[in-house]
């Protein structure tokens, strides 16, 4: 066991003094007066020792007792100068000391509340990773993000979330940011760094929804250039198809047939090419919704019934269980619009023997076919302006359907499940 500094003080003062008391006792004793005196005199020194001691172990005792208040974070404890010159020096250092502490803690506290009152309330969501890059914490606009709750993720790593875009945010390394877009429709710029917590690295992800934005942008940039276009083509297919009918009454008679034949298909093509920019055109004056109240259901019915022929054409089964009434504030014809096109794409993606099935409750309606499945890369593509898997197709229908239930405040996703099946669902 090691002795302390202050054990071997007392272990020296008395060894020394039992030599002191035995060398006066062997060389004084018979001189009674000089034997007497000394043993006065190793009297006051004991006692002068012990004083001693007492005031060395004195600035130890502060210490201890300022070390015990600082481990339990308690900064409130001052001392009072004692009139001891190197006591109160160390006195001294200690208040002030302990003043700078208090201060500094109480700046961080501070500094941490307002961190944690800004990240709150902050439009962006935050997520902060512990060590092991597992969730910790998350703000209120995550949550909404992702429709769960704190303890729903805290925890987990970010692959283990089953979310898209977090699995997809794993792939990020501190420092990097980028543009990800999840199922064809929400596009997000993504941001991943660190802070030093501890001494050891951890990282934060910032998720900035760019949807809205990224959708007026865009609606802006092709709306001039079909406009444009349309103005362009419009005038020139006017023109020429006038002249087209006035040359046709001019060659009424047989032998110009051919001729006039030929100036018919021209005709035709004109109107054609007419309509073809119209269905553009009509994406970009697309008026905002009418709101009225409306029965989604009967809606449904409707259209499905509507779709009958064309289904039984490809020979597809239309599934559509008993759909319930549901009143909503909506746009008959706009929705109407929006129904049809997603019912005809999802039966040109089936074979014969396949299956469409409609599903209507109150919190969404589910158009799902075993058709063809969505590839990944068709996934995020589907919604961009004018884009489509068809070989003939406008990509117009998609563009559209988005304007509107965009226009509504509906919320909708479409992608194909693990089970194969193709879902657009709409969320009200």
Known sequence: M???????????????????????????????ILFIASEVFLLFSIAGAVRLYQNFMQPNEFVKSGIEAIKDKDFTIKFVPTGKGEVDTLIEVYNLMIDQLREERTKLNEQHFFLEKLIAASPISIIILDYDDRISSLNQKARDLFHVDSETLIGRSLTETGFALLIEISNLLDGESG???????????????HFMDKGFRRSFLMIEELTAEMHESEKK??????????????????????????????LLREEFS?????????SERNMRLTLFMRNFADVVRLPLPNLAKNDLGVLVRDVAMFMQSFVKE????????????????????QMEQVLVNVIKN????????????????DRQLAIRNNGKPISQEEALLLFNPFYSSKPNGQGIGLTLSREILHNHGFHFSLKTNEDGWTEFIIVF
């Open 258 to 266: 051919d001729l006039n034949d030929a100036l018919r298909i021209a």
């Open 314 to 333: 490809r020979e597809i089964v239309l599934e559509m269980p008993a759909i319930a009434s549901l009143q909503l504030n909506i746009d008959s014809g």
């Open 346 to 361: 999802a039966v040109e993606s089936c074979e014969p023997g396949n299956r469409v099935e409609i599903t209507l409750n």
């Open 2 to 32: 090691r002795l302390s500094t202050g054990q071997k003080y007392i272990i020296y003062i008395v060894a020394l003094h039992l030599v002191l008391i035995w060398l006066v006792y062997k060389l004084l004793f018979q001189d009674k």
């Open 221 to 250: 940039a092709y709306g001039k250039v079909i406009r444009m276009m349309a103005h362009e083509v419009n005038n020139t297919l006017g023109a020429t198809d006038s002249i087209l009918q006035t040359t046709r009454s001019y």
């Open 179 to 193: 543009i990800i877009k999840t199922d064809g429709i929400q596009t997000f710029k993504i941001q991943r760094s």
